[in-house]
């Protein structure tokens, strides 16, 4: 099972956009999960993620107070809502599930989503 990541675009400095996260396999229910981006030539790096009904949280200090992970349990998919935008965001973004407050990846890389913010 791998988690496919959808809803990146284009969009100028300051303005928003709303990323989704879905399993591969539809009965694979989410629980603990989050997000992960890479620029060419850089590692991918842990954005946000969200455990335990969203009682546990992790977000990087370059996007606090701006992205929000949120999880569906009724959807069952993952979403990460992106706010004031800037354009040192721009970036190819994953999702995966993660280890709960250790929120390192586990299972297979899906496919990801660009987001490309101009400024």
């Known amino acids: 099972v791998h988690l496919v990541a959808s809803g990146g675009g284009s969009v100028q400095a300051g303005g928003s956009l709303r990323l989704s996260c879905v399993a591969s396999?539809?009965?694979?229910?989410?629980?603990?999960a989050g997000w992960f981006r890479q620029t060419p030539g850089k590692e991918r790096e842990g954005v946000a993620h969200?455990?335990?009904?969203?009682?546990?949280?992790y977000y990087d200090e370059s996007v606090k107070g701006r992205f929000t992970a949120s999880l569906d349990n009724v959807k069952n998919t993952l979403y990460l809502q992106m706010n004031s935008l800037k354009p040192e965001d721009s970036a190819m973004y994953y999702c995966?599930?993660?280890?709960?407050?250790?929120?390192?990846?586990?299972?297979?890389w899906g496919q990801g989503t660009q987001v490309t913010v101009s400024s």
């Open positions: 969200i455990a335990s009904g969203g009682a546990l949280t």
């Open positions: 995966a599930e993660v280890v709960p407050n250790k929120w390192y990846p586990v299972g297979d």
């Open positions: 396999e539809c009965t694979h229910r989410l629980y603990s």
